[in-house]
């Protein structure tokens, strides 16, 4: 059952949508409900479905990668610490090849032994299809993001190597994503993804104490965590399936919920005169528009990209969000060490989008007709129809006509994934697909975008967007391990995509969440990665 209206206005008795009400567990048990705004419970098996907000939810709960992200500060963006793997480095005499020292005594929820067998039997599950083992369904979410990744071994008991398909100085970044499970309770379970999704077991501060798809999944502190300072708060954490806004803004304020992530902006001055706290922060992430680059595609011609980009009023849409974002003029704010000084200033004006439009051919008597594939909404997408919509509106003026083809958030990912030419764009006529994602490093802002070996399905180059010169400035940034001339070089790079209009950027979220008055310790990180065992 879904998180809806219906279920709401009867759980009185029994709780937020028919689970049980925070008194049906020990008097002595701390219980902390948290709405969450995506359609069902994001995989349990290891690597979570449903785009980086899931990693909070399913991802850094249940299980921990071997590089892991500082998720306890908020007054600046977060750096790469030891996780699972306590040092990391490459060799010099070979910058391909990465050497992960493992930490000691690291226990499964199972009781089985963390080791590099663990380490790469997991790489097995995601990169080998041939492995026994294999999960397509975990392979894909994690694959792209392991672009890097050419082979593995075992040094000994508690060391591993990876050897990248080219030196690469970002890609301990990649690592961020590669969560561990369970080889150990894989067997046990008689070597069955479908029933380790109801039983899983990683090395997290929760483990997983009921499932119940597209509704709820309880989560009860791992006592016997191996970091005591993330040992959670409280004893059980309900993530609730509550994929409408304004339904899990009311949720919070009748008090079915503590937390709720992206509330309903015009709901916002009622969370507030009921008690609860909005909590947003700077977030490195872009609501955006990747535009295909394939032959026949309109958006070949540069003056109708930056049309697009022109008749957006951004402050208009950050107004529609009660100021919970802030308008994009790239895809990295302008205070980023990334930014550069591109020569094309996004801005709102009509006029020159209707006379690029004009010189292209169209106009709002014979505008452009074309279809863009949108999600309905989700956790990153904000209030993804309403924007959607606006900036529909906005381009009719200027004689851009889209028409929408709206699916569910693990389908636009789906579609992201599969590129332009892949199978959901060719078959719904699709010139541009509307996504959201996190731009915490040059891997995730760039690099998987617009280089060239990264075209879809081999990356999220969605577009099939080609330049000898960009590639050239992505290949020397990986290549040199000096932060200012990395820093220097992804400014170039990101100078070339604005002035060039890759994308349509629209706004940056802020990762607004509405806490209840009772809920303590939560700490908003600059990053969709954030940490829940500091909720209570």
């Known amino acids: 059952m879904t998180f809806t209206r219906r279920a709401l206005m009867g759980a009185a008795a029994t709780g937020v949508a028919g689970l049980p009400s925070p008194q049906a567990f020990a008097q002595q048990e701390r219980v902390l409900r948290y709405g969450i705004s995506m359609a069902d419970i994001p995989q349990t098996t290891g690597q979570p479905d449903r785009g980086a907000g899931a990693y909070q ?13 500082e998720m306890d500060v908020a007054d600046r963006p977060g750096k790469l610490v030891p996780g699972l793997a306590t040092s990391w480095e490459a060799d010099p005499a070979d910058r391909r090849k990465w050497v992960f020292r493992l930490r000691q005594g690291v226990k499964f929820h199972d009781g089985s032994d963390f080791d590099a067998d663990a380490v790469i039997w997991n790489f097995e ?22 672009p890097s990744v050419a082979s593995y071994r075992k040094i000994d008991a508690m060391t591993v190597e990876v050897t990248t398909r080219a030196v690469d100085s970002f890609f301990p970044y990649q690592m961020l994503w ?14 069955s993804w479908d029933r380790f999704a109801s039983e899983p077991s990683g090395t997290g501060p929760f483990r997983l104490a009921r499932l119940t798809p597209r509704q709820s999944a309880e989560l009860v502190k791992n006592t016997g965590y ?7 708060k409280v004893d059980r ?19 079915q919920v503590d937390i709720i992530e992206t509330p309903a902006p015009d709901i916002v001055p009622r969370l507030r005169q009921s008690g609860a706290r909005i909590v947003e922060n700077v977030t490195p992430h872009v609501w955006n528009y990747h535009l295909s680059l394939l032959e026949g595609s309109p958006w070949r011609d540069i003056r109708l990209r930056k049309a697009a980009n022109l008749a957006i009023n951004r402050d208009e849409v950050v107004a529609l969000l009660n100021g919970l974002a802030k308008p994009a003029v790239g895809v990295v704010d302008p205070s980023s060490p990334w930014f550069g000084q591109p020569e094309f200033r996004i801005r709102t004006d009509m006029d020159e989008a209707r006379r690029l439009v004009r010189e292209a051919g169209f106009s709002p008597q014979n505008p452009l007709r074309t279809r863009f594939l949108v999600p309905s909404g989700g956790s990153g997408q904000m209030l993804s129809m309403p924007m959607n919509e606006y900036i529909q509106s906005a381009w009719r003026e200027v004689g851009i006509q889209v028409e929408f083809q709206v699916v569910e958030l693990e389908v636009s990912y789906t579609c992201w994934r599969q590129g332009a030419a892949g199978e959901i764009a060719r078959a719904g006529n699709i010139t541009a697909n509307n996504v959201a994602y996190v731009t915490s490093d040059p891997l995730y802002a760039f690099i998987r975008f617009f280089h060239s070996n990264q075209i879809a399905p081999t990356g999220v ?13 992505i290949d020397a940034a990986t290549q040199s391990f000096d932060t200012a001339e990395q820093d220097a070089l992804m400014r170039k790079v990101h100078e070339k995509a604005v002035n060039e209009a890759l994308l ?18 939560y700490t908003q990180a600059q990053h969709w990665f954030q940490d829940l065992t500091t909720l209570s």
């Open 237 to 255: 954490l309900i993530l609730v399936v509550a994929p409408e806004a304004t339904t899990r803004s009311n949720a919070l304020i009748s008090g």
């Open 178 to 191: 590669f969560l561990i499970s369970s080889p150990a309770q894989y067997a046990r379970l008689g070597n």
């Open 461 to 473: 180059n969605w577009s099939h967007y080609r330049d000898a010169e960009m590639d050239r400035l």
């Open 504 to 521: 349509v950027f629209v706004v940056h979220d802020t990762n607004a969440r509405a806490l209840g008055r009772n809920v303590r310790g």
């Open 125 to 146: 599950k995601v990169l080998n299809a041939q492995a026994p083992h294999f999960d397509q369904r975990q392979a894909a979410q994690v694959r792209p993001r392991l």
């Open 57 to 69: 939810f399913t991802g850094y709960t249940l299980y921990d990668p071997l590089v892991a992200w």
């Open 226 to 232: 191996w970091d005591p300072r993330r040992v959670p």
